[in-house]
């Protein structure tokens, strides 16, 4: 039973544009979610992370949105980069206290 | 750099054979975790260490262990290996005993033949 789900594992975005990559959860108990970047022959680096207290977080470019009631997360990149090519993960936790438990990530290309 | 190393790389073994993979975590990091990415999956969690202690476990196998030693690095070992068990084995490394956030070494890639 996968308790952390990226239903799209591939997206495909113009340089400059807006890259969007989803998340669904299934455990009402998740309340710390994560996202990570891999790429190809490298290990997964975190990139933003967002607690349930709160629905937006930002850094730099990148906006992780939070919506608990539907048990959605999503991950917006603006402007997308061609380095931003790369597998991105999504990750969930209870209270930072369980280990992670990861989606199966989205192939993101950005294409210039 | 995440400061998390992964020994070998690469691994190529035969069915039944019995493999150690090493992880080294970043300096001052108290926790380990194992992870395994099978084609096409997520990574799934295997087990936590913490300060030399196991804390959690995953769905890891009975054909699977792992320690972690007083100098804080850990080991997987995998035995009578199956074609099954190929895929990428990640340690990651957190300073306290939750997740946040988890420091990833670049894997150690086993091939079963």
């Known amino acids: 039973d996968q308790q952390v789900k990226q239903n799209s594992p591939s997206l495909s975005v113009q340089e400059g544009r807006i890259s969007i990559l989803n998340c669904d959860y299934t455990?009402?108990?998740?309340?710390?979610f994560l996202w990570y970047k891999k790429y190809p022959a490298e290990g997964p680096t975190f990139l933003i992370s967002?607690?349930?207290?709160?629905d937006k977080n930002e850094d730099g470019r990148f906006t992780v949105f939070l919506n608990k009631s539907a048990k959605h997360l999503s991950l917006h990149i603006v402007p997308s980069q061609p380095g931003d090519s790369a597998v991105y993960f999504c990750a969930a936790s209870n209270s930072g206290n369980t280990p992670l438990v990861f989606g199966k990530g989205t192939r993101l290309s950005v294409i210039a | 750099d995440s400061g998390v190393t992964q020994t070998p790389k690469h691994l190529i073994t035969a069915t039944g054979q019995r493999v150690t993979l090493r992880c080294s975590p970043r300096?001052?990091?108290?926790?380990v975790y194992w992870y395994q990415q099978s084609l096409d999956q997520g990574l799934q969690f295997l087990i936590q260490?913490?300060?030399?202690?196991?804390?959690a476990k995953g769905n890891i196998l009975e054909r699977f262990s792992a320690q972690q030693f007083p100098d804080l690095h850990s080991e997987l070992n995998l035995s009578s290996l199956e074609l099954g068990d190929s895929a990428l084995y990640f340690c990651?490394?957190?300073?306290?005993?939750?997740?946040?956030?988890?420091?990833f070494g670049n894997g150690t890639r086993l091939t079963v033949t």
């Open positions: 990651a490394s957190s300073v306290k005993l939750n997740n946040s956030p988890l420091h």
């Open positions: 455990n009402s108990m998740f309340d710390y």
């Open positions: 967002i607690s349930s207290i709160k």
């Open positions: 300096s001052g990091d108290l926790s």
């Open positions: 260490y913490y300060n030399g202690e196991e804390r």
